[in-house]
Nanobody
Framework: QVQLVESGGGLVQAGGSLRLSCAAS????????VGWFRQAPGKERDFVAA????????YYADSVKGRFTISRDNAKNTVYLQMNSLKPEDTAVYYC?????????????????WGQGTQVTVSS
């Protein structure tokens, strides 16, 4: 069982930056691939970015490519999502998710563990 806790959300103006953190309860977090997803009101949960268990591979949605960076520090059992050049359309609840596997997964259904989410609001 893995518990995930997101933090770092908030209110920011367009063009600003935020860094989200996803802290895991297990020391074996290095065995888990991790993804970030987001859900805006009235919309489906969308893939944002994913990182392999070692951090050697990453993948991004086209909508955030070049603006967001996913990274991880396995010594701290934490995955980060650095979000730059934020736009109002980035407003959503952001969730991290984990799967005990080495690879990258874009499908939310592949993940076994989810955090509670953190709100990101970008004002225009």
């Amino acid at each position: 069982q893995v518990q995930l806790v997101e933090s770092g959300g908030g209110l920011v103006q367009a063009g600003g930056s935020l860094r989200l953190s996803c802290a895991a309860s297990r020391r074996t977090f290095s065995w888990y691939g991790v993804g970030w997803f987001r859900q805006a009101p009235g919309k489906e949960r969308d893939f944002v970015a994913a990182i392999s268990s070692t951090g050697g591979s990453t993948y991004y949605a086209d909508s955030v490519k070049g603006r967001f960076t996913i990274s991880r520090d396995n010594a701290k059992n934490t995955v980060y999502l650095q979000m730059n050049s934020l736009k109002p359309e980035d407003t959503a609840v952001y969730y991290c998710a984990a799967r005990r596997d080495y690879g990258i997964f874009l499908d939310a259904g592949k993940y076994d563990y989810w955090g509670q989410g953190t709100q990101v609001t970008v004002s225009s």
